[in-house]
């Protein structure tokens, strides 16, 4: 018992010292991403990672987590590309939304890393990354059913684009 509290202090005090050092600025408008959120069990089916590259890819066309739970997911951008150049988000619509119509949209907001402020399309979204870099947002899953995410770096949509599923 008391060793598991040590692991859990030692744990905490880690992310905190994590958290001091990966500190940024922060950008207008609202963002999901969370500088502590916890490892999880790889076996957990609600914890995601999601690669992107220089080819302006995706690794998963098709996302599936179980409703009622939280989402953890990590966006890795395995490229070196800079993210001027070749930036990656994840970005989540609700449903409805038309992507191509939200992609367009967003590929005019340069100056929010292409997330329109004040939007009420996104369930959750990832910053933008450029190569080697790595985003982790924690959101809850929607209700049961099929969403569509993307990358909304200008053009990416076109190939960077997949299905959602909340089962
Ligand atoms: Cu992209």
Do not use: W
């Amino acid at each position: 018992m008391r060793l598991f509290v040590r692991l859990v202090a030692a744990t905490f005090f880690g992310l905190i010292l994590i958290s001091c050092g990966g500190k940024k600025e922060k950008k207008e408008g609202f963002s999901y991403e969370k500088k502590e959120v916890k490892p999880r069990d790889a076996s957990d089916p609600n914890s995601i990672i999601l690669t992107s590259n220089d080819a302006m890819q995706f690794n998963k066309k098709e996302i599936k987590v179980k409703a009622g739970a939280k989402v953890t997911l990590t966006l890795k951008h395995v490229g070196k590309m800079d993210k001027s150049v070749m930036g990656h988000n994840f970005v989540l619509l609700k449903q409805g939304v038309d992507l191509v119509a939200f992609g367009n949209k967003a590929a005019t907001k340069k100056e929010t890393d292409y997330i329109p402020s004040g939007t009420d399309d996104i369930i959750a979204h990832t910053k933008l990354i450029g190569g080697g870099e790595t985003a982790v947002i924690e959101f809850d899953a929607p209700a049961k059913g099929v969403y569509d995410f993307l990358c909304s770096f200008p053009g990416h949509y076109a190939l960077m684009k997949g299905k959602f599923i909340v089962e």
